[in-house]
T-cell receptor, first 113, second 113 residues
């Protein structure tokens, strides 16, 4: 099993450009999450999904959109990138059980200039 | 609302000496609590989890944590630090029906030779 994978690993964007980050998991997990990590702030939840075709806002959703067309994939989109979106982005997934444990991908480092 | 406070942003210890990373939580119900570790330029790995079973929880690599409801604490300890323990550690509490996680701001552990 590859677990949770993220594409790309690194990206540099200019302000106003758009891009999509792809998260894929092969563990048949129902729940998937997108976080951003900034120095001194831990991880903050952007959006999440409790199943195929469903998405919901997290703590910091502004400027991002998501889609979950297939159970194994969760896409994070930036329509018009801003320097404030420079961050490391992590995807995670979890079972729909009581364990609450989330499994994390390796991260995508995004720089917006 | 559920939240966690990591009381130290940086901790330095000498190799072979004990490690103590402090975490206090706030929760309106009996929470699930986790410690995750992040090595430089890596994703997050689960160290241990508390889910209302035994209050003393053992994790990987010799780490353990004790849930103390009276003190609302979940401190992480290890009897003897190893150089490979140098990393950032996050205390995490669950919230919401979608198994969302709230992260502390992190504690950077440095292990001195």
């Amino acid at each position: 099993n590859a677990g949770v994978t993220q594409t790309p690993k690194f990206r540099v964007l200019k302000t106003g450009q758009s891009m999509t980050l792809l998260c894929a998991q092969d563990m048949n997990h129902e729940y998937m999450y997108w976080y951003r990590q900034d120095p001194g702030m831990g991880l903050r939840l952007i959006h999440y999904s409790v199943g195929e075709g469903t998405t919901a806002k997290g703590e910091v959703p502004d400027g991002y959109n998501v889609s979950r067309l297939k159970k194994q994939n969760f896409l994070l989109g930036l329509e018009s990138a801003a320097p404030s979106q420079t961050s490391v982005y992590f995807c995670a997934s979890s079972y729909s059980t009581d364990s609450y444990e989330q499994y994390f991908g390796p991260g995508t480092r995004l720089t917006v200039t | 609302a559920q939240s966690v406070t990591q009381l130290d942003s940086h901790v330095s210890v000498s190799e072979g000496t004990p490690v103590l990373l402090r975490c206090n939580y706030s929760s309106s119900y009996s929470p699930s609590l986790f410690w995750y570790v992040q090595h430089p330029n890596k994703g997050l790995q689960l160290l241990l989890k508390y889910t209302s079973a035994a209050t003393l929880v053992k994790g990987i690599n010799g780490f353990e944590a004790e849930f103390k409801k009276s003190e609302t604490s979940f401190h992480l300890t290890k009897p003897s630090a190893h150089m490979s323990d140098a990393a950032e550690y996050f205390c995490v509490v669950t919230r919401g029906s979608a198994r969302q996680l709230t992260f502390g701001s992190g504690t950077q552990l440095t292990v001195l030779p």
